[in-house]
């Protein structure tokens, strides 16, 4: 139950002010796709290269968050559902703060993933990544396919669990045919041209 007695708080630093420090705009790249898609290992690694072309930028992991924030969660649908509104609450707080995050997350149900860009605004950006799910599955750095095909793991993504691929994501890229450097390069031209503010 939400209590009645909170008020908002206005912060006296504008985000332009924020923005202009920065040299960019603030937002989100929120990565999604099924477990072996490579959303972890480009999020880092993509990260790296905008710390270094002076980017204000954070990851937020799926799997750093359930050690943390949402360690009391499990993977029914309702604690799917829960693990995206908080991990969304909190990048939309850091996009506020003028940061650029990146967020790694399979995030399945299209309508979480609606609710996260309807709260940070045109500042979300989906970036789908899309090998398919064979690839995934022969990737499996995890061993969890192997595990949710011999029915160790229940709701399990792309297995025994829908995963609801977007439609009209900003960036889709394929992780079978790309390399981690092509995928990287194919994202910080797109940062550059989104989030640079030019006139610094």
């Known amino acids: 139950m939400k ?12 985000l332009q002010d924020r923005w202009q420090k920065h040299g960019h705009k603030g937002g989100v790249l929120w990565f999604t796709g099924l477990s072996g898609s490579g959303k972890s290992t480009l999020a880092m690694a993509l990260e790296s ?26 993977f029914s649908p309702q604690d799917r559902s829960e693990n995206i509104r908080r ?7 850091f996009a506020q703060s003028g940061l650029l995050v990146i967020t790694a997350f399979i995030s399945p149900y299209v309508a979480d993933r609606t609710r996260v860009r309807e709260l940070v605004g045109d500042g979300f ?7 398919g799910l064979a690839t995934c599955e022969a990737r499996d750095p995890k061993g969890l396919y ?49 989030f640079r503010i030019s006139d610094i």
Do not use: C, M
């Open 49 to 74: 290269t905008l710390f270094a072309n002076k980017f204000e930028v954070f990851t937020l992991d799926g799997d750093n968050l359930r050690h943390g924030l949402n360690g009391n969660l499990g």
């Open 125 to 131: 950006h989906e970036v789908h990544l899309d090998p």
């Open 146 to 194: 192997k595990k949710a095909r011999a029915g160790e793991i229940s709701d399990f993504t792309g297995v025994s669990s829908p995963y609801e691929a977007p439609e009209r994501p900003e960036v889709r890229i394929d992780t079978a045919r790309q390399s981690i450097e092509q995928s990287v390069a194919q994202l910080v031209a797109y940062v550059e041209k989104v």
């Open 3 to 14: 209590s009645s007695n909170i008020k908002a708080v206005t912060h006296g630093v504008s």
């Open 87 to 93: 991990a969304g609450e909190v990048a939309s707080l």
